[in-house]
């Protein structure tokens, strides 16, 4: 048993976070079998198949070897006020320059 997805990047019954809900996984030396259909485990595929880090992804994809990619929508350089903001603020925020 080890950690992480298989050389593919898929999830796998060997990784030590793969859980059956039905309970039926089994380990004999290096396959895992299902004792409910008496045959070796078919992975992620399987309707009850859960990854107790929730990690599991569709297309039997393992989550932890995947990187978030986000973009700003505005950039900090981009914002701009606009003049009633400026107003309110000036009103509340007495001082500006003691800020900085």
Same mark, same amino acid.
């Given at each position: 048993?080890r950690?992480? /997805? @298989? @050389? +593919?990047?898929?999830?796998? /019954?060997?990784?030590?976070?793969? +859980?059956c809900?039905n309970? &039926?996984l089994?380990?004999?030396?290096?396959?895992?079998?299902?004792l409910?259909? =008496?045959?070796i485990?078919i992975?992620?595929?399987?309707?009850? &198949? #859960?990854? *107790?880090r929730?990690k599991?992804? &569709?297309g =039997?994809?393992?989550g #932890?070897t995947?990187k978030?990619v986000? &973009? !700003?929508?505005?950039? /900090? @350089?981009?914002? !701009?006020? !606009?003049? %009633? #903001? %400026?107003v +309110? #603020?000036?009103?509340? *925020? %007495? @001082?500006?320059? !003691?800020?900085?």
């Open positions: 048993m950690e992480g /997805p @298989d @050389d +593919k990047g898929r999830c796998w /019954p060997q990784c030590t976070f793969f +859980k809900g309970r &039926a089994r380990a004999e030396g290096s396959t895992v079998k299902c409910w259909t =008496n045959d485990c992975g992620s595929s399987c309707s009850y &198949a #859960l990854c *107790i929730g599991m992804l &569709a =039997n994809r393992c #932890l995947v978030r986000t &973009a !700003d929508s505005v950039r /900090p @350089d981009e914002f !701009d006020l !606009d003049k %009633k #903001l %400026k +309110k #603020l000036s009103k509340r *925020i %007495k @001082d500006v320059d !003691d800020l900085y």
